[in-house]
T-cell receptor, first 115, second 115 residues
Framework: EPEVTQTPSHQVTQMGQEVILRCVPI?????FYWYRQILGQKVEFLVS????????KSEIFDDQFSVERPDGSNFTLKIRSTKLEDSAMYFC?????????????FGPGTRLTVL | AQSVAQPEDQVNVAEGNPLTVKCTYS??????LFWYVQYPNRGLQFLLK??????LVKGSYGFEAEFNKSQTSFHLKKPSALVSDSALYFC?????????????FGSGTQLTVLP
């Protein structure tokens, strides 16, 4: 069964550094998403991406964040200058966009630790 | 704005007994409703969703959920719990109208099935 994959599984970085989290969505899916889960808190929506542009974003997704689909398979989340409060589990998801409401399938997550 | 409440942080049930994990929602229009399960160090796995029609939705691993519009609830149920069902369960909502696809999650309910 096709799966969403994410790399790395764990990323440790120093405050102020840039990080790129990578995702490979399910191959025939058209919509891509990033969510995050701070330890012990809810899963929160960050951004959705369709047709090479952002379709929705939350208040969390400010100028330090950006997303990109650099090629036909990868979908990335860049955090430009990390803060301590960016420490969280980041989940990528994808959906096919055809069968409404399409189901979002999640990857295993990347745990980001900002020191 | 849409929201989800999972009133129980923790549910304990004996193996073989029926289980219920509660969820109530708030949206301005009609909802699409989802249940996901998260095992330790894993991503969110889709269990089932409510679109429209039959209020009882059947999903993976013997789980089902009942949509109740008057009570704005979507409780997850299983007739006979297994120890392997022990995990963190999340309810999520998305509004039916419009193009927004972001999911709003509840805070999660830790289900422990005791042998």
């Amino acid at each position: 069964e096709p799966e969403v994959t994410q790399t790395p599984s764990h990323q440790v970085t120093q405050m102020g550094q840039e990080v790129i989290l990578r995702c490979v969505p399910i191959s025939n899916h058209l919509y891509f998403y990033w969510y995050r889960q701070i330890l012990g808190q809810k899963v929160e929506f960050l951004v959705s991406f369709y047709n090479n542009e952002i379709s929705e974003k939350s208040e969390i997704f400010d100028d330090q964040f950006s997303v990109e689909r650099p090629d036909g398979s990868n979908f990335t989340l860049k955090i430009r200058s990390t803060k301590l409060e960016d420490s969280a589990m980041y989940f990528c998801a994808s959906s096919d966009g055809f069968t409404g409401p399409d189901t979002q399938y999640f990857g295993p997550g990347t745990r980001l630790t900002v020191l | 704005a849409q929201s989800v409440a999972q009133p129980e942080d923790q549910v304990n049930v004996a193996e073989g007994n029926p289980l219920t994990v509660k969820c109530t929602y708030s949206v301005s229009g009609n909802p699409y409703l989802f249940w996901y399960v998260q095992y330790p160090n894993r991503g969110l796995q889709f269990l089932l969703k409510y679109i429209t029609g039959d209020n009882l939705v059947k999903g993976s691993y013997g789980f089902e959920a009942e949509f109740n519009k008057s009570q704005t609830s979507f409780h997850l149920k299983k007739p006979s719990a297994l120890v392997s069902d022990s995990a963190l369960y999340f309810c999520a909502v998305r509004e039916m109208s419009g193009s927004a696809r972001q999911l709003t999650f509840g805070s999660g309910t830790q289900l422990t099935v005791l042998p």
